[in-house]
Each structure stands twice: as C-alpha cells, then as structure tokens.
C-alpha cells in the first residue's frame, strides 16, 4: 500500500500540502492511502508504519519562485539543502532518519514539495501556491503513485 | 575566541532545531558581565485573535486547536471552558472525566516527545535524536509507545490524532462506546511500566546543578492534580480565582520582540509547566508517583529548572495512571454534551497546557458571536523567565566554544518545552563582547 501523506498548517502558503491531499483524498489513486496530517512531528513514524511506499507532499522555502514544485526521492532529502517548513516539533528530515535507524521507514517514496511565497499566517495560500498545490503536485502525486505500485508490485514478485 | 582586546564576538548557530520557534538570543558582554540580553521569539497567537473575531461561539475551540500541532487539546480545553463559564453551562461528570482523559492523553503525547526526542539528547551528548537512537534504541522505540497510546486516546476522543475536532462547548461532538475504552486500557497497562521505566531512565541522568530565585505559578485543584479547573496560585503567595488573572498578571510590549512578556505584576518573571505544577501540587500526586518522585532523589518544591526532565517523566506515570483510573470508572454520560445558549458578556479560562497555564478570554455578544479574544499560551508567559535564566547562565557561557555556548543555550531553553507554534526552526546566538 503507498501512501500518501500531506503535510502543513492550515493557515497561508504553509497549506499546501493540506491542499495537494485533500484533493487527492477525493479521488485517491488506486493502491493509495491519503492522509492530511497538519503537522505531524514524530507522529510522522507512525503514519510510515506499514507503508510499501510514501508520497509526502510538503511546503518548502528554498528562494525559487512560488509555486515551484520540487520533486525528489525521499531518501535524497536528507543530503538535499531543501528546507521543508512544515518541520515542526521533530523535522520531517529528522523523523523519516529516525524512522530509517528504527527500521520503520518505507523502501522507497517520493516528496514533493511546493515552494511558498511567504512564511507569514494568512487565511488563505497564494494563488500561486494553492495552483501548484492542487495542480501540478497532485498530478505528479498522481504520476508517483503509479510508478511506485509498480515497482511495489515487481518487489513482490521478486 | 575572546580576547583580551575589546573585540566583538558573533556566533551564529542554526541550532535549536528541537525547540520549535524562530528564537534568536543576543547577548552582549562587556568586562565579563552582561550588559544586554535580548531573547526573541516569534509569536503566532496574535493572527488567530484576530481571525475568531466575527466567528460564533461554537467555532472557537476548533479554530484555537490549530494554533498548535502539539497542544491543541489544551487550546480547545481552554476555549471550551470559557465559553462554558460565560453561558453557565452545567458539564456531566462523565464529560468531566473524559475531558480529563483528554488532557492525560495530550501530556502523554507531548512528555514523551520532549523527554525522548527533545531533551534527552542534551543530557547524554547526542547531537539529535537519531544519534540517541543509534546508542539508545529501546529507550526511545519506548519513548515512541508511551507517545502512541497519548496520540490513540486523542483520536478517540478527538476524532483524529493530529488536530482533534471532538471538543464542543458543553462536551464531546462524540464520547467513546466502553469497548474502545477497554481496548485502550490495555494498551495503557503497558505505557504504565514504560512509564515508570522512563522515569528511572531520566533519573540517572548527570543534570547540571543550578538553583534560581524562581516564582512557580500553576492551577491548584481542592483535590486532583491540576488540569481543567483550579485557582491559580504561585510559590511566592499569589492565590486567585482564574477570572482574576488579569489583576494578578500583566504582559508587556518589549521593543525587541513581537511576543508580549508577561510578569507578575509589581513583581517580575514567573515559572510556568510541569516543575511548577509538582511544586505546588506535590500533595495531589497521589501515593505512587509521590513514591516514585521521592525515589529520585529530588526534594520537592526544586528551585532547579533542569529537573523539569524528570518532573515530566513523572507526570506520564500520573497521566497513565490517571488515564487507567477515569476508564475504569467510566459510565456512559446521557450526553454527548450539553446545550448551550449564548449571552453577551465575558468568558475566561486556564487550563493545563503540558507546557504551564494556557489563558484564553473571549467577548461575545447576545447571538454569541465573538467581539474579541485574548489568547496568552504558556510559551509567551514563559519568555521573560528565559531570558532570566539565560542572563544568569551568560556570564559563564563566555570562556566556552561557540558549540558548547550554544548548546548550553538550548538546554537551559529546552527545559521550557517553548511551544511548537509558539516558536520554530532555529536560535541565531549571537554574543558580542565591547
């Protein structure tokens, strides 16, 4: 099973991982589980718990123009300078390492993560942000989704 | 390094990655002694003020629980219970103890996560977490359970582990079937020994040895230990009804941050969270975690912030055992909860934030919509303590290495607990020496 893990606050740009899956949450992919998971710290480890493969869908503050998406492998996040900004308590870098030391994280995932306008509180995310986030990450969520299964599904039949 | 010429020192540190806050400290020194020191953190609550204004009553408690990822339950406690106060709403008892459930699950969730994967790594020289768990697996795959079964009885009851929605002014949108209870008792039978294990473990830790002129401030309940209800009261004599805070306490503008510093009025920092709590509430621990507190080898009231690691350690051994007793008693109430009717007027409420005393005071009009909110979160109570503390750590911070000055820095900061969203990615430290 891949799931599918949104992750932010609810309030301004920071929303855009919420916002990636809850529209994926309204058609998920097949073979996919959509979580939105606020900000979910350590409790990260245990949304990993049982998964073939994650997607995270993250907001990311790197300079890039709003609305970027990044898109790369999960296990190269911690060697990437990306910085996730939705890492509140334990940082999604930290809780996925320690995940790992535990033997607790998934084979194999994707992160995508959209470059925010603005770290301010606001009601609502930049259309920017809130584009790439209901467009271009849930397409590549989408995209992600299959290729994983797919490599799940050969894994198996190894 | 410093010198002996008058030089000036900047240390920059990305650190602080396990305090939660964009908290920057600059510190200037001349002839060895402190001249200036300036802690800053940035402070959110101030944008949700603004945004409950115009809502109804009812919408608050959720709104305030996204304030924080790591307390919401203390943000809905807080909200409900003011609006409770201004409606006169009658709670049942059984909605009472669930709500106390509530809260032991949030301090379970909450200690956990700052003895393991926030404090302990300053204690045993590990620079993060993953480090600790390669020296210290069962340790903290511990520390992981007792965080576990805390996120599993807030998704009982809030509907969901990370930001919960159950709670209503007047009770729960839902309350448990006692099946889901009793499955959730075993799980707390084991948290319990862990629990109790976490507590020797914090024990044997080398603790720096460092007393304060400290003013503890926390609720204080005619019999329990504090969650929901109680006066507030301080080591140093205040004792007044919750509705009295703002005559007792004052928050003050400081030019170099956007935080409010709150003091005692007349008087100066106060201390809030768990020491405080034990402090003042030593004698409604019950036998066991009495027991278990004295076994530490600490003398109770301590004046000693950094004990505050072992202080939370047994408040999960209170919050488990508390958690087991309130299932056991549990009857069903008749209710979810209980209707309200909004009326104009003023509604305040404190209640027990795994990180001290969370003030929140709502204005309503006739149809309950809501005029104003104030919302005063521990972590900004606590600042002006921390700055007190590190003035008082800084002159001996100056003959160490810039790692090592930092890492002082955060442990002392740690032993706060400063709120998730109420601070966030790192300390810049800078020290300047004239």
């Known amino acids: 099973m891949i799931r599918i893990i949104g992750i932010g606050s609810p309030f301004g740009d920071d929303a855009a991982g919420l916002i990636a899956a809850r529209r994926l949450a309204a058609a998920p992919p097949p073979g996919t589980e959509v979580i939105e998971a606020d900000r979910p710290g350590a409790t990260l480890i245990e949304l990993l718990d049982g998964a073939d493969a994650v997607i995270l869908i993250d907001a990311a503050h790197t300079g890039a123009p709003p609305g970027t998406l990044h898109d790369l492998d999960l296990y190269d996040l911690p060697r990437n300078p990306i910085a996730l900004v939705s890492s509140h308590d334990l940082g999604v870098v930290e809780a996925l390492r320690l995940a790992t030391v535990l033997g607790r994280a998934p084979a194999r995932g994707r992160v995508l993560a959209i470059e925010v306008g603005s770290l301010e509180k606001a009601p609502q995310a930049c259309s920017a942000v809130a584009r790439a986030a209901s467009e271009y990450a849930v397409r590549r969520a989408r995209y992600w989704a299959e290729e994983l299964r797919a490599l799940t599904v050969e894994s198996y039949a190894d | ?434």
């Not at chain 2, 919408?59 to 909200?79: F, N, T």
């Not at chain 2, 935080?259 to 409604?284: S, T």
């Not at chain 2, 900004?380 to 090592?404: H, I, K, T, V």
């Open chain 2, 1 to 434: 390094m410093p010198s002996s010429k008058a030089t000036s020192r900047t240390i920059h540190v990305s650190a602080l990655t396990r305090v939660e806050g964009e908290g920057a400290l600059h510190l200037a020194v001349e002839a060895g002694k402190v001249v200036d020191l300036r802690f800053e953190i940035f402070e959110p609550p101030r944008f949700f003020e603004a945004l409950l204004r115009g809502r109804h009553a009812a919408e608050a408690p959720d709104i305030a629980a996204r304030i924080c990822g790591i307390c919401p339950v203390a943000y809905q406690m807080s909200a409900a219970h003011a609006f409770e106060r201004l409606f006169h709403v009658q709670i049942d008892p059984a909605v009472r103890a669930l709500r106390r459930l509530f809260y032991c699950g949030e301090w379970m969730e909450s200690h956990a996560l700052h003895i393991h994967m926030l404090a302990a790594p300053d204690f045993l020289g590990c620079e993060s977490i993953v480090t600790l768990a390669e020296k210290e697996r069962p340790a903290v795959e511990r520390g992981l359970r007792l965080k576990q079964v805390g996120n599993a009885i807030i998704a009982l009851l809030g509907g969901r582990s990370v930001h919960p929605v159950g709670a209503c002014i007047g009770g729960f949108t839902r309350v448990p079937r006692p099946a889901e209870l009793a499955a959730l008792r075993e799980r707390l039978a084991r948290a319990h020994d862990d629990a109790v294990a976490c507590v020797r473990w914090v024990a044997g830790f080398d603790l720096p040895d460092r007393h304060l002129d400290i003013e503890f401030v926390a609720l204080r309940h005619p019999s329990e230990y504090p969650m929901n209800e109680g006066r507030v009261v301080s080591s140093k004599g205040i004792d007044c009804a919750q509705e009295e805070f703002d005559d007792c306490f004052e928050e003050h503008q400081v030019p170099h941050s956007n935080a409010l510093h709150a003091k005692v009025k007349g008087r100066g920092p106060y201390f809030l969270g768990p020491l405080a709590r034990m402090n003042l509430n030593f004698d409604r621990l019950g036998p066991e975690v009495a027991a278990l507190a004295r076994a530490t080898g600490i003398s109770f009231p301590s004046a000693n912030p950094y004990t505050s690691i072992i202080v939370r350690a047994l408040e999960l051994v209170y919050a488990v055992a508390e958690a087991m007793r309130i299932i056991d008693a549990y009857e069903p109430p008749p209710a979810p909860s209980a209707p309200f009717r909004p009326r104009a007027g003023i509604g305040r409420a404190i209640t027990e934030a795994p990180r001290g005393m969370l003030y929140q005071m709502y204005e309503t009009d006739e149809r309950g919509i809501i005029r104003s909110a104030r919302i005063v979160p521990p972590t900004s109570q606590n600042q002006a303590q921390m700055e007190a503390d590190l003035r008082d750590l800084a002159p001996g911070l100056l003959r160490r290495s810039q790692a090592e000055a930092t890492r002082l820095c955060e442990t002392a900061i740690r032993n706060y607990d400063p709120c998730i969203s109420c601070a966030t990615h790192f300390l810049k430290l800078d020290i300047v020496e004239r």
